[in-house]
């Protein structure tokens, strides 16, 4: 079975541009999480998409916002986006909402200048 | 609400030495207990987890963690390191009720010296 993707691996973007960042689950899998890792903050969750319901969200700015489709894959967009906001980000598929075994893709690395 | 506290956040380590990375949780529920590693420019792989039945979990490349319930506590061992164990390891905490995300530890990294 193919693992978690995402794409793309590597963005530039500069303050105040938008982007969206999209990752594709492991397939069967319809629970989709989204996290940021930054050095100084560690792993912090985003947002947790299941059968295309947002079912968890965690302590972020509306300008975070994500959204997944009838065939799992979701979406993430940061709009407005600041310097702070230059993170790994990592999506993490399961088989169902309540399963906590979590599997990984290997991340978006964004940077904003 | 649970949390986790890896007490090291650096941990060198001779090759072929014994190593411990110690992770310690709170919560007032029961919980299901992950170790994950990051290996540079990567994302996280599963390395071992807790769910229920045995204390004692071991993963395919010879890392193991005890359960310890009375004292909130996951430790991370492995016998002999290798220098690919050289990594970054994250101890995470779920509880078994609802639908809660994972809550991760800071991380460990993991430096094994030649």
């Known amino acids: 079975k193919a693992g978690v993707t995402q794409t793309p691996r590597y963005l530039i973007k500069t303050r105040g541009q938008q982007v969206t960042l999209s990752c594709s689950p492991i397939?069967?899998?319809?629970?989709v999480s989204w996290y940021q890792q930054t050095p100084g903050q560690g792993l912090q969750f985003l947002f947790e998409?299941?059968?295309?319901?947002?079912?968890n969200k965690g302590n972020f700015p509306g300008r975070f916002s994500g959204r997944q489709f009838s065939n799992s894959r979701s979406e993430m967009n940061v709009s407005t986006l600041e310097l702070g906001d230059s993170a790994l980000y990592l999506c993490?598929?399961?088989?169902?909402?309540?399963?906590?075994?979590?599997?990984f893709g290997p991340g978006t690395r964004l940077l904003v200048l | 609400a649970q949390s986790v506290t890896q007490l090291d956040s650096q941990v060198p380590v001779f090759e072929e030495a014994p190593v411990e990375l110690r992770c310690n949780y709170s919560?007032?529920?029961?919980?299901?207990l992950f170790w994950y590693v990051q290996y540079p420019n990567q994302g996280l792989q599963l390395l071992l987890k807790?769910?229920?039945?045995?204390?004692l979990v071991e993963s395919i490349n010879g890392f193991e963690a005890e359960f310890n319930k009375s004292q909130t506590s996951f430790h991370l061992r492995k016998p002999s390191v290798h220098i690919s164990d050289t990594a970054e390891y994250f101890c995470?905490?779920?509880?078994?009720?609802?639908?809660?995300?994972?809550?991760f530890g800071k991380g460990t990294r993991l430096s094994v010296i030649a």
């Open positions: 993490a598929s399961s088989s169902t909402s309540g399963e906590k075994t979590q599997y």
């Open positions: 397939s069967g899998h319809r629970s």
């Open positions: 998409y299941f059968s295309e319901t947002q079912r």
């Open positions: 919560s007032s529920v029961s919980v299901y």
């Open positions: 807790y769910l229920s039945g045995s204390t």
């Open positions: 995470a905490v779920s509880d078994v009720r609802g639908n809660t995300p994972l809550v």
